[in-house]
């Protein structure tokens, strides 16, 4: 199962309170996700969110998006680092 390590930053107030986090799309390539997919987010703690791709100015920057919920849940705020891998049926 890959696995990447990614960098917290502040989701915009469009994706807030929605379940989603934004990550690059080239890391969503290299891990084989979707748009839509089930992420397994890890930093002190645990928790699942949906992907979506990042932003245009966010490629290259190894940025995981995650609203205040989401940090809260994985006990990380922003600049922190985390890990994310697919959820998948065999998980």
Same mark, same amino acid.
């Given at each position: &199962?890959? $696995?990447?390590?990614?960098?917290? *930053? ?10 989603? %986090?934004?990550?690059?799309?080239? %890391?969503?390539?290299?891990? =084989?996700?979707? =748009?839509?997919? $089930? ?6 703690? +645990?928790?699942?969110?949906? %992907?979506?791709?990042?932003?245009? *100015?966010?490629? *290259? +920057? *190894?940025?995981? #998006? &995650?609203?205040?919920?989401? #940090?809260? =849940?994985?006990? $990380? ?7 994310? +891998? +697919?959820?998948?049926?065999? =998980?």
């Amino acid at each position: &199962m890959s $696995v990447e390590t990614l960098r917290v *930053g502040e989701a915009q107030s469009r994706d807030a309170n929605r379940g989603i %986090v934004r990550i690059d799309s080239g %890391v969503m390539r290299e891990l =084989s996700l979707a =748009s839509g997919d $089930v992420i397994e987010i890890t930093g002190t703690k +645990k928790t699942v969110a949906l %992907v979506w791709p990042g932003y245009e *100015g966010d490629s *290259g +920057k *190894g940025l995981n #998006r &995650m609203d205040g919920y989401a #940090r809260n =849940s994985t006990g $990380v705020s922003t600049d922190d680092q985390v890990t994310v +891998k +697919k959820i998948t049926e065999d =998980s």
